[in-house]
């Protein structure tokens, strides 16, 4: 194995992590998550407009790991579980990063690779109208969206994405998505 979990929480680049979970990703612990998130805004007393942007981007971040994680590798399960998913929100002087990760089949590698290059290449306008474009002209997935996840966290965020694959073997990489938001 060439990934363990850990990495993501070590690699902070001297952050202060705030709030972390790793585990089992289903509705009810979203909302637990969502929840943990809440309470240490308050406990930071952050600004509102600050805790409302990094709120809405948590909520597409888990939906986004509910949605479309694949199952774990098989060799996993039993320590991890079927749906595993990690979500640290850290703090640096003059910002935040929410980081979320999950397994997904190496197949799906060169496809969210594309995806994020192009998000990250759009200005603030063209994100706009690509999520107008989106929204108005692409049918709605079995999994519940269009594929505006991603350009929604970007266009909330106002910052390009961060991100990485970590081979865990042939099959299975786990995928980090890294989420800047600015105080």
Same mark, same amino acid.
């Given at each position: 194995?060439?990934?363990?979990?850990?990495?993501? !929480?070590?690699?902070?680049?001297?952050?202060?992590?705030?709030?972390?979970?790793?585990?089992?990703?289903? !509705?009810?612990?979203?909302?637990? =998550?969502?929840?943990?998130?809440?309470?240490?805004?308050?406990?930071?007393?952050?600004?509102?407009?600050?805790?409302?942007?990094?709120?809405?981007?948590?909520?597409? &971040?888990?939906?986004?790991?509910?949605?479309?994680?694949?199952?774990?590798?098989?060799?996993?399960?039993?320590?991890?579980?079927?749906? #595993?998913?990690? =979500?640290?929100? &850290?703090?640096?002087?003059?910002?935040?990063?929410?980081? &979320?990760?999950? #397994?997904?089949?190496?197949?799906?590698?060169?496809?969210?690779?594309?995806?994020?290059?192009?998000?990250?290449?759009?200005?603030?306008?063209?994100?706009?109208?690509?999520?107008?474009?989106?929204?108005?002209?692409?049918?709605?997935? &079995?999994?519940?969206?269009?594929?505006?996840?991603?350009?929604?966290?970007?266009?909330?965020?106002?910052?390009?994405?961060?991100?990485?694959?970590?081979?865990?073997?042939?099959?299975?990489?786990?995928?980090?998505?890294?989420?800047?938001?600015?105080?």
């Amino acid at each position: 194995m060439n990934f363990d979990v850990k990495q993501l !929480s070590a690699d902070t680049d001297g952050r202060e992590t705030i709030f972390s979970y790793e585990g089992d990703v289903s !509705s009810e612990r979203i909302n637990f =998550i969502l929840e943990g998130i809440e309470n240490k805004f308050v406990e930071l007393s952050s600004e509102l407009k600050v805790r409302k942007k990094i709120y809405n981007i948590m909520v597409e &971040a888990l939906q986004n790991l509910f949605h479309h994680s694949d199952d774990v590798p098989g060799d996993l399960v039993e320590k991890i579980g079927k749906r #595993f998913g990690v =979500i640290i929100l &850290a703090k640096t002087d003059n910002s935040y990063v929410l980081t &979320a990760g999950n #397994f997904i089949k190496s197949e799906k590698v060169a496809f969210l690779t594309e995806k994020i290059e192009k998000i990250n290449s759009l200005s603030k306008d063209e994100l706009k109208e690509m999520y107008k474009f989106i929204l108005n002209f692409q049918k709605i997935s &079995a999994k519940g969206g269009g594929g505006l996840g991603l350009i929604d966290i970007a266009r909330r965020s106002e910052n390009k994405l961060g991100y990485k694959f970590y081979p865990y073997n042939e099959n299975y990489c786990f995928y980090r998505l890294d989420i800047f938001v600015t105080n």
